[in-house]
Nanobody
């Protein structure tokens, strides 16, 4: 059974940085893409970034050049490095692996 645990969220001031982690257990991590999604309060969940098994990446336009997705197959972990954070980045961030979601981690950008 696949299990996903996200971590690394928190409260940060505008312009700050955070690194989110997504640890996957119970599957061949290296064989599948990993996606980071976010859901602001009262809004739908949107794809933020995705990384394929061959390390190709794609980003939501509004986070391009500020966020970086990466993966460490030896640790069964995907990361989302977020820099130059803005209040509009505030959301619960979720990791998606094989269509399975974690519980999410809250990111709040506020002064």
């Amino acid at each position: 059974q696949v299990q996903i645990v996200e971590s690394g969220g928190g409260l940060v001031q505008p312009g700050g940085s955070l690194r989110l982690s997504c640890v996957v257990a119970g599957s061949r991590f290296s064989d599948y893409a990993v996606g980071w999604y976010r859901q602001p309060p009262g809004e739908e969940r949107d794809l933020v970034a995705i990384i394929t098994p061959n390390y190709s990446t794609k980003y939501l336009a509004s986070v391009q050049d500020r966020f970086t997705i990466s993966r460490d197959n030896a640790k069964n972990t995907a990361y989302l490095q977020m820099s130059s954070l803005k209040p509009e980045d505030t959301a619960v961030y979720y990791c998606d692996f094989q269509g399975i979601w974690g519980r999410g981690t809250q990111v709040t950008v506020s002064s």
